[in-house]
């Protein structure tokens, strides 16, 4: 069984910045990919952010450049980092583990296990 325990969610201002946390229990945190999510209301939740155990990383076209993940495998946890924010990124964000896919270059076949997510919202 895996938990994830996501945080660091709030309210933020068009260009500011937030940086999530999620802290992942269990003996794989250090050979697994971790990836970060996110599901805006009637939207799918979809991968935005992941990184290897080796510290490869992969980001979808719509944060690359203004997100960045990161790992402490030390703390068993897993960051994103959100720079220059817009009103586009308010969604609900959440936190998993998966296999890294080396010929799709980012994280696969995340676990089932999710958790309650954070929260993020952008005002213009």
């Known amino acids: 069984q895996v938990q994830l325990v996501e945080s660091g969610g709030g309210l933020v201002q068009s260009g500011g910045s937030l940086r999530l946390s999620c802290v992942v229990s269990?003996?794989?945190?250090?050979?697994?990919?971790l990836g970060w999510f996110r599901q805006a209301p009637g939207k799918q939740r979809d991968l935005i952010a992941s990184?290897?155990?080796?510290?490869?990383?992969h980001y979808a076209d719509s944060v690359k450049g203004r997100f960045t993940i990161s790992r402490d495998n030390a703390k068993n946890t897993v960051y994103l980092q959100i720079d220059s924010a817009k009103p586009e990124d308010s969604a609900r964000y959440y936190c998993?583990?998966?296999?890294?896919?080396?010929?799709?270059?980012?994280?696969?076949?995340?676990?089932?296990?999710w958790g309650q997510g954070t929260q993020v919202t952008v005002s213009t």
């Open positions: 269990g003996s794989i945190f250090s050979i697994n990919a």
């Open positions: 990184i290897s155990k080796e510290g490869e990383t």
């Open positions: 998993n583990v998966g296999e890294w896919g080396f010929f799709d270059g980012h994280l696969i076949d995340e676990s089932e296990w």
